[in-house]
């Protein structure tokens, strides 16, 4: 089969590599049908260490069940089904607790081990923990929309539960990334009363006024938390959403935050640093996010993208097949894209 390996930075191919297969008695395996570029296959792209083996990638996948193993009891040979970006056996302590980027028998898509989404099938680990079945065929229209399901609009969820967002809560949005665009849609869905979105890119801003935006703050740095300011009257916004994890947004992010109130982190943090320990501790800001358990939302969110009231898809505005994913990666890369979608 062919799927996608990363050598080094700037250095994707597609490559045959050999099948997918069943080996654990818990696994599936699942015929990939749509797979998404993350924002987070970028950081890797932009600093990877080169590598003769290549890393294996995608945790965004989409697809039909092909063959089970004798000891998955919950989803069956044609289901299609929606994975999440990582995978999780759905009993241990942490996984009953909705944690499952935590599971103790869990782990993550791709590398040298295991295939990666970008690829025309992937053997899932734990399939019945992992997988969520989907009830529409595979051709349906509502598939952009399904597919950010598996990382992207569970992602903004995340920010947004993080942040507390709740019904006429001011919310920040810092970011306007994919994430930071789903976190508009799942803060607007939460009831937040005001939305200001944090980013400088016409079509990223033109998206989140679409999805719930009610301000919009293009400036950066310090001129961006002083017109924060101006816009809260002074005491920032409840609710903010780190969407970047560069320490330049986690400063702004928890600048934002005014007394009592809480960001919400799920954007990689790419220092080891945590920025502004004084003012967000005399302030009492709560900081909180990690990993999504997308697991843990994607029932609840599915409901809504099924009936339409949110519409996640349309954050996909490059769409490819299997060999055109390097360009999906150069594209969003050079910002000529905000997300790319893989069709198979
Ligand atoms: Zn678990």
Known sequence: MRATLMYGAGDVRVENVPDAQLKESTDALVVVT???????????????KPSDVGSRMGHEFIGVVEAIGKD????????????????????????????????????????TELDGGQGEAVRVPQADGTLVPIPVGKDHELMPS?????????????????????AGKIAAVVGGGA????????????????IIFLDRHADRINLAKEFGATDIV????????????????????????????????????????????A???????????????????????????????????????????????????????????LDQVPDGYRAMNNREAIKAIIEF
């Not at 302590?93 to 898509?109: D, V």
């Open 146 to 166: 399904l597919l950010t399901l598996t990382d992207v609009m569970a992602t903004g969820h995340h920010a947004a539960v993080a942040a507390k967002v709740s």
């Open 263 to 321: 960001v919400g982190r799920v954007g990689v943090p790419q220092g080891e640093e945590m920025p502004i320990a004084r003012p967000t501790f005399y302030g009492n800001v709560t900081i909180a996010g990690g990993p999504a358990p997308a697991r843990a939302y994607m029932n609840e969110l599915l409901v809504d993208v099924l009936d339409g009231s949110i519409q996640p898809g349309k954050v996909f505005d490059f769409v490819g097949a």
């Open 179 to 194: 994430v930071g665009l789903c976190g508009v849609i799942a803060a607007k869905r939460l009831g937040a009363e005001q």
């Open 34 to 48: 749509r797979a998404g570029i993350c924002g987070s296959d970028l950081w890797p792209y932009k600093g990877m």
């Open 72 to 111: 998955v009891r919950t989803i069956k040979v044609g289901d299609f089904v929606a994975a999440p970006f990582a995978w999780s056996d759905g009993t241990c302590e942490f996984c009953q607790q909705g944690l499952q980027t935590s599971c103790l028998h869990g782990g993550w898509w791709g590398g």
């Open 218 to 261: 293009t400036e950066r740095g310090d001129e961006a938390i002083a017109r924060v300011r101006e816009i809260t009257k002074g005491l920032g916004a409840h609710s903010v959403l780190e969407c970047v994890g560069y320490e330049e947004s986690t400063r702004t992010a928890l600048s934002i935050a005014r007394a009592g109130g």
